[in-house]
């Protein structure tokens, strides 16, 4: 079994350390999600064990053969289009293929020799191991399960956004299904239904994976194991995210206990000493003095420092807050949102949710008066002050220190501003700090605290948790939940929206549907939906058949053959599709991992374990094969 073993790493920058002594072990079948708050050292502990930075202290031990995958924060593409992208995944494997044309080439004007044989023999195989004659079904499944088209292919990679640029180098990553995934940050920008395209393919990876993530939901579904790194150390935990709070907060409540009672001990010990140092029971002062300078004596359990604020409390407001007729929006010729008409109540906590491109931002920006709609309009309820969080931060002012960011909107004083940024985390020099020069989570905060002093009774939050670290997180969901008026929310955050959201509004294909719920409550609805649609598809199936066998005997009427059978539920097919599509992809790596078992030369000497093994080959190609049949009937 292939594994990778980190032993004392250590890092650091000038005098500032990042970790030290960490040490853990990935092996194949582990999905371990490395998580911490920001400027732990997540990425840069990535780095260290794919030996793209140096480490100051410790090892890593992986095996040479060993593949790996790795997606990297914020990589830049060049022009080349998307499709000439993901070859560069498969370089070694066109590499092989141009030797083996050469070779064939030489051969058809030559008389081969047996050294030339054995070359071709090896090079088929060799590209065949390496999955080299069918990586374009395997590219393109992994491109279309991200959300790309055929369309797509032959665009410029570095004309598509940003996000869809991290969509492009997860896809290089997982196109060779290599024996580990180191993946940081892999489901930003991704919709919902490519998160749950991941979480399926991810889920029954058979190398090992190793994570870094916010997404507390993502990780949940996924992960085997957490290692939590946090004040340059790194504690492991077995179980999934929520599995790992739990452990996480009892092992702090058991450690304060331990230390509490030692200090209590010590406290006793040493008044005991200078109570009798010395008199008639100076001899036994000295005996505990001994012992109290033998005690190992325990750390206090460090208790990392989160922002912690709650929202005023908001005026009161009409009870229609926003409210939405017959809306249609869109920029020139293209209309993104049509004809589409909801309300907004006081008290409401709503939730935004949908593919990527529907429209979300846009519905947004029509509200804030950013778009003017083509048809239809917005109404904003009487004695409603709205509160705007855009994901991209414009009203920040890039040229201002952080300081002045505060003094300049709210015209508060220098000691004034600096408190409540220190509130935020802005400490000592970061309030002189550049907005330009901030860090996304940075950005976040400062635009966050912003919104907090504006004191606003409708808040509208676009994507509120892009680039804050799990605490922080936990702090803004703590202070929705206690927020006396009104939220409209876009978010991809599964986990935050099931902790704030009342109502859930899908947008798609510039409609809308209303679920009187959060996102938990939602994927209910939609299930139950599935399987009735589920139900009515076999009973289509069932009556198709019954008609065709009807027909063969001659016994059709004439009322039943003008009868058109009701078509298969598309929903449907795309979900059974992208079903099909995750388990070809299980089987695929399946495969893989039996391929190079045979290969490993302890296995070749052991005739029964290579028998086993081409057993499981040859029905796991069985199985492969029903799949591809099942995928291009699907296709059609």
């Known amino acids: 079994m292939e594994r990778i073993r980190m032993i004392g790493l250590g890092k650091s920058f000038g005098v500032r350390q990042v970790f030290s002594n960490v040490s853990f072990e990935l092996k194949e079948g582990d999905r371990l999600a490395l998580v911490g708050p920001n400027g732990a050292g997540k990425s840069t502990l990535l780095k260290c064990i794919l030996g793209y930075e140096e480490l100051d202290e410790g090892h890593v031990i992986k095996s040479p053969v060993a593949s790996i995958g790795y997606l990297q924060q914020d990589v830049n593409l060049g022009d080349d289009s998307l499709a000439d992208e993901i070859e560069k995944a498969w370089a070694d494997v066109h590499a092989l293929e141009e030797q083996l044309r050469d070779l064939t080439v030489y051969m058809e004007g030559h008389e081969a020799e047996e050294a030339d044989l054995q070359r071709l023999d090896y090079l088929q195989n060799r590209i065949e191991w390496l999955g080299g004659y069918d990586y374009e079904q395997k590219s393109k499944r992994i491109v279309y399960g991200l959300g790309f088209s055929d369309e797509d292919l032959h665009k410029p990679a570095n004309a598509f956004s940003g996000g869809q640029k991290t969509r492009i180098n997860l896809a290089k990553a997982l196109v060779r299904s290599p024996d580990f995934l180191f993946l940081d940050e892999p489901t930003n920008h991704l919709d919902m239904d490519m998160l749950e395209w991941l ?18 939901y993502f990780m949940d579904r996924i992960v085997t194991g957490v290692v939590e790194l946090d004040n340059h150390k790194a504690t492991a935990y077995r179980g999934n995210y929520s599995r790992y709070v739990q452990q996480r907060n009892e092992r702090l409540k058991a450690d304060m206990i331990a230390y509490e009672k030692q200090q209590e001990h010590i406290r006793k010990t040493e008044a005991y000493i200078d109570k009798y140092r010395a008199g008639i029971k100076s001899k036994m002062a000295r005996g505990r003095q001994s012992q109290l300078n033998r005690l190992e004596r325990l750390d206090a359990p460090v208790i990392s420092h989160h922002l912690d604020f709650s929202f ?47 429209g979300k931002s846009t519905l947004v920006k029509t509200i804030v008066g950013e778009i003017f709609p083509e048809d239809g309009h917005v109404d904003i309820g009487n004695r409603v002050q709205v509160g705007y969080f855009s994901q991209e931060h414009e009203e920040l002012h890039e040229s201002w220190q952080v300081v002045e960011e505060i003094m300049n909107h709210f015209n508060f004083t220098e000691e004034r501003a600096r408190n409540v940024l220190g509130s935020f985390l802005f400490k000592g020099d970061d309030v002189f700090k550049l907005v330009s020069d901030l860090s996304g989570g940075e950005r976040a905060r400062l635009a966050l605290l912003k919104l907090f002093l504006q ?70 609805k939609l299930k139950e939906q599935e399987e009735r649609l589920s139900l009515e598809n076999k009973e289509y199936i069932g009556e198709s058949n019954a008609k065709v066998r009807t027909q063969e005997h001659g016994e059709l009427s004439q009322t039943e053959s003008t009868e058109a059978p009701k078509k298969p539920n598309a929903y449907m097919v795309e979900k059974q599709l992208a079903e099909v599509e995750s388990e070809i992809a299980r089987l695929e790596a399946t495969m893989k991992m039996y391929e190079v078992q045979l290969a490993n030369p302890d296995v070749q000497q052991d005739l029964e374990e290579m028998a086993s093994i081409s057993s499981q080959i040859t029905a796991t190609q069985s199985q492969l094969d029903e799949l591809y049949e099942r995928w291009a009937h699907l296709c059609e």
């Open 199 to 216: 979480e399926g393919y991810l889920s029954s990876y058979p190398g090992g994976i190793l994570i870094v993530s916010h997404d507390r």
């Open 312 to 358: 005023p409390p908001a005026g009161m407001s009409a009870d229609k807050v926003l409210v939405l007729d017959h809306l249609s929006a869109g920029y020139g010729d293209n209309r993104i949102i049509d004809d589409i008409s909801f309300v907004v109540r006081r008290g409401e906590s709503v939730a935004l949710i949908g593919p990527n491109g529907a």
């Open 455 to 524: 004191g606003d009774n409708f808040l509208i939050l676009d994507e509120p948790t892009n680039h804050l670290d799990i605490p922080t997180r936990e702090v803004v969901e703590r202070a929705l939940q206690q927020f006396e008026g009104t939220c409209f929310i876009i978010s991809h955050d599964r986990y935050f929206l099931d902790q704030v959201a009342t109502k859930t509004v899908v947008l798609n294909e510039g409609r809308i549907t209303e679920y009187l719920g959060n996102y938990s409550y939602y994927k209910e």
